[in-house]
């Protein structure tokens, strides 16, 4: 099973990105998906989520990020417009399966320059 992210890379503020997820491996029973971040010095957080339908985000990226997911290509993903210095980390996708708990991709770099 593998989580592969792409996408990152380095913007300025006020650029857009979109990072992809793609599970490989296995077919998932997706329980819930998410985007992690992890700046320099701090712990990771969770940015958004989705699961039953129903997305969340922290208070942070709210209005600015977008949770997504096509199933057909067994990918998630995450917009993220009107990016800002802030938002600079390394970004992780994980899928959590109804059966065999999470996974996790191997992080990919987002840097916002101001």
């Known amino acids: 099973v593998q989580l592969v992210e792409s996408g990152g890379g380095l913007v300025q503020a006020g650029g857009s990105l979109r990072l992809s997820c793609a599970a490989s491996g296995r077919t998932f029973s997706v329980k819930a998906m998410g985007w992690y971040r992890q700046a320099p010095g701090k712990q990771r957080e969770l940015v958004a989520s989705?699961?039953?339908?129903?997305?969340s985000y922290v208070d942070s990226v709210k209005g600015r990020f977008t949770i997504s997911r096509d199933n057909a290509k067994n990918t998630v993903y995450l917009q993220m417009n009107s990016l800002k210095p802030e938002d600079t980390a390394v970004y992780y996708c994980?899928?959590?399966?109804?059966?065999?708990?999470?996974?996790w991709g191997q992080g990919t770099q987002v840097t916002v320059s101001s």
């Open positions: 989705r699961s039953l339908g129903i997305s």
């Open positions: 994980n899928i959590e399966d109804w059966t065999t708990g999470h996974y």
